[in-house]
């Protein structure tokens, strides 16, 4: 009986960017039946979690069924080779080899994954160069309190996009393309910040986004009404600036915020003429104190550490009320809670 298994050489790295670029509709945990996997069909890698999906073509042609992705992700990624040969054996696992080494992922043979519950968009409109780095942005305050499930999204509007998550908010002005406001889950939007996307889609249920490489993103739109922000964006105070070299502050004390579960944080605190930077995680903490022209009571609040970064590298204008800070530059508003600090930062040398 004649061998039909197909056998195809490939390279490792593109594979890896190809299941790299998709990774956003993988689930950890498999609550649709191959949502945790990567899919092939005619040609395609395809993922899907429910809230996002993603489709491109792949250079793994030929192959039909499902593979775990955290499997192999993680055996990709460990080997050196440049190319692999690629067959499904016959006991229909996906089998690789490289010099010296080879190594199978088992295979479903049938796809289960509904995907094809995604609609497919007829039309697309281009997408601003600065709209996915406003994004990476914003979504750093969107809320993860799912008790509260309108400041998990990101409100996408035809004129701006912005997030609140009650104690800081985002709006950058930007013309989205889009016709009407629409509402993404902030978890939706992570894996879609560096995937250079330039085209906009809106379907009934789904919002999509393409990249040069036909990659298509689609996530899951909500029907609910963002509140207004208006009145939150309005602070009344007087004008600090904000201090040149924030930026590498900022950088060392995300060293530690970095390495704890979550969105990673800094304390800001603020006092008479002095700006304190803090980080700390699992394995440490750092603080720097630098000058400011802030006069007034000792405030504090927290932070994403590459918000701050941008804010000190783009705007050196603030201005501060009694209990919310503001920052406004360009097409950028961002508003936090101002808190107090505890006493024993605030003594005069900046210092515990």
Not at 52 to 74: D, F, H, R, Y
Not at 118 to 134: D, G, M, Q
Not at 218 to 246: F, N, Q, T
Request: with cysteine; proline share 5%.
């Amino acid at each position: 009986m004649p061998d039909t298994r197909k056998n195809m050489r490939l390279n490792r790295e593109q594979l890896l960017n190809d299941l790299e670029m998709v990774k956003g509709g993988v689930s950890p945990r498999e609550f649709i039946e191959q949502s945790s996997s990567f899919c092939f069909r005619d040609g395609l890698l395809m993922t899907f979690n429910d809230e996002v999906a993603c489709k491109k073509e792949t250079c793994l042609k030929g192959i039909t069924g499902a593979v775990q992705a955290s499997s192999l992700t993680a055996i990709l990624s460990k080997l050196p080779d440049e190319d692999l040969d690629v067959e499904e054996n016959d006991k229909g696992e996906l089998e690789f080899r490289g010099k010296r080494k080879r190594f199978a992922v088992t295979k479903d043979a049938e796809i289960f994954l509904p995907i094809d519950r995604v609609e497919v968009p007829e039309k697309w409109r281009s997408l601003p160069p600065e709209f996915t780095e406003a994004v990476g942005l914003v979504k750093h305050c969107v809320s993860t309190n799912e008790n509260h499930f309108i400041l998990t999204c990101v409100h996408l509007h035809p004129e701006y996009i912005e997030a609140c998550n009650n104690l800081q908010l985002l709006r950058v002005s930007i013309n989205t393309g889009l016709k009407e406001p629409v509402l993404v889950r902030g978890t939706s939007l992570e894996h879609l910040v560096h995937l250079g996307m330039d085209k906009i889609a809106l379907t009934s249920a789904w919002i999509h986004f393409k990249n040069q490489t036909g990659l298509i993103y689609s996530c899951r739109r909500y029907m609910e009404e963002y509140p207004p922000l208006e009145a939150l964006l309005k602070v009344e105070g007087h004008k600090i600036i904000v201090p040149k070299g924030l930026a590498e502050s900022t950088d060392r004390a995300a060293v530690f915020a970095e390495d704890k579960e979550g969105d990673p944080l800094v304390k800001v605190s603020l006092k008479d003429g002095m700006i304190r930077i803090r980080g700390e995680g699992l394995t440490g903490w750092y603080k720097e104190v630098r000058k400011t022209t802030y006069k007034g009571p000792p405030m504090a609040f927290v932070i994403a550490p590459e918000l701050l970064k941008h804010i000190s590298e783009k705007y050196s204008d603030a201005r501060i009320s009694k209990d919310k800070l503001k920052v406004e530059g360009g097409t950028w508003q961002y508003v936090t809670v101002l808190g107090r600090p505890d006493a024993k930062e605030t003594d005069k040398n900046g210092e515990e």
